[in-house]
Structures are given as C-alpha cells and as structure tokens.
C-alpha cells in the first residue's frame, strides 16, 4: 500500500508554485504509471499539464486536488509526527492521501475510480476549467475534490471576486507637488472607503471580506507617481453583482476597476454520518462541473496553509485515508441504491 507520509513528503520536495507544475505532474504521472494506472498528462496551458489517472473501468468515484502552491517553496521536514512544508496541507498532503485511499479502494475491489490533479488552483483555475472538457468526465457521477477541511465534508463554501484597482496621476518633481496629482495618494484614498464600506452578510457564511493583497505604484520617492494599484481578493457571501455594485459606489470615478475572475457561492452535498463544516475559501469545484455531483474534503486545517509554518499531522494524514475510503463506499452504495 502507498506510504502517503513518505509520498508527501516528496511532493513537498518538488516546488510547484502556480505555473511552475511541469515537474511534479510528471512525478505524479511516473508514480501512478507505476502503480498499474492509465494515466495521461495534458496541457491546461502550455507546459502546464493537468494529471488524469483512470482504471480499466470508468471513473464513478473521482478523487481531484491541485498541484500548485503559493509561493515560497519551502521543503518538506518531518519532525515528531508533523509533515511541515509548502503543500504540506494545501495540498500535497492531500494527494498523497488521495492516492493511498484509491490503492486501498483498489485492493478492497472498488475499480471504478480515477485521481484527477491539476495545475493552477491557487491562481485562476485553469487547470480545472482544462479538465472539465476532457471526454472522461461525463463518465463520472461522483466528485471528491480535496482541499483542508480537517477531514469533515464542506456543506458550502464562499465564492471569491479577484480584481484590480488602477490609478492615474500626473507625474511631477516632489519638491512640487502641485504641479501634478499622486496616483498613490488617489488609490489609498479609495482603497480606505473601501476597507469602511458595509458588505453583505448571510446567517449561513458569515460577512464578506476583503483582502487588499498588493499595492503597487510609482518609480522613484523623489517623483509625483504617475500610476498605482492594488490587487483585491473578495470572499462572497451573496451574488457578485451586489458586491460589485457596491464597490463601484466605493470607487466611483477614481480608479479603474478590472474584474479577473469570479467563483460562485457553493452549496455542497454531505452525507449522514460524516461531520460537516462551513468553509470560507475557494475551491475548483465551480470549475468542474462535469465531473459529477461535488464534494469537498480533506485532511489538515486551512488556518495553516499559505503560511510560513504550513504543516499537517501524520495522524491527520491517516485519518484522511480513512475517510476518503469510508466516503468512497458510502457514495458507491448511494449509487447501487439509485
């Protein structure tokens, strides 16, 4: 049976930061062409390949998490029973035991499963949206996508709203302020009614947040800075157009507003016996809608992803096997009951 300890560890190993996933998807392909898969790499972008791994059966039950990571790549240290390193919980360590769950699947006789593992996540999800017109998916009835839930089924998850906000200045000597006008100055003047403007709330997800993730602009502390912007990252709660209405009051005339991308709310199925949990993040599953009907779990905590101390417990590890398989069963008995 696969080690996932040990397989984590050496998917830690490998950096993986979005856009740089060549490398581990063919060390994903290689293992899982070792393990009697058929498996295939094809390109969500070029050089940016997405991993399918199927059985001599159709896929009802797909196993699906992402290969990419935020930067930086930090390498794998196992100490005391705790796997820490970029990917360690988001979400190396759940592939890792995706894999071991479909082995174990295997040899208890379940063939009718695949692993899908994709590239770009953690940016716009084009690996997702790749893989949700290859001709395998309508084949699938069932979609367990892995992101850290500390192993409890997701009963809905927040969509997400990325943009950037630019603004124009004139540029001027600073020693003269007045014969120009401060991109920066305009931008920070918008972005602080931003951060004061009253968001959507829901009894169920909880408030709206707003993260300014950058803030950039100008070329030199002794020039008027001609340009700036911020790159903003809003969790929903509501639909997106009452988001953007309201930051477009926020913003008005000041600063352009390009919208990147936008994820849905996700209401989410769960399952009698297994403990549920709201989740404030994003994840591939509005990208994958042909996959079947989606799921979300997975072991570790999201508290510790993207964080300089990203780790998660072997004992986690293992109990994230456990429930993959229990998971597995009870929606293959769910279809034999159909």
Known sequence: MTDAVSLACELVNIASVSGDEAQIARFVASYLTDLRYHVELFDAAPGRPNVLATTDHPPRVLFSTHLDTVPPHIPARRVEGVLHGRGACDAKGIAAAQIAAAERLRAEGMTEIGLLFVVDEEMGGLGARAANAHPTARECRWL?????????????CKGSLRLSLCAAGVPA?????EEGRSAIDALLDV???????????????????????????????NVVAADAHADLQIRLVTDAQRVKALLEVAVRDRARIDYLTEVPVQRLTTLPGFETCIVRFTTDIPHLTNWGTPLLLGPG??????????????????????????????????????
């Open 301 to 338: 905590s999201i508290r510790d992803a993207h964080t300089a101390h990203e780790r998660i417990t072997e004992a986690e590890l293992g109990a994230g096997i456990d429930a993959y398989v229990r998971l597995a069963h009870a929606l293959a008995a769910a279809e034999a009951a159909r």
């Open 144 to 156: 367990i996508d892995g992101e850290p839930t500390d192993n409890r089924l997701a009963a809905a």
């Open 191 to 221: 972005l602080a009614d931003v951060r004061h403007s009253a968001w959507p709330s829901d009894p169920v997800l909880g408030e709206t947040t707003v993260n300014i993730g950058v803030i950039a602009g100008g070329t030199r502390p």
């Open 173 to 177: 000597h600073s020693a003269y302020p």
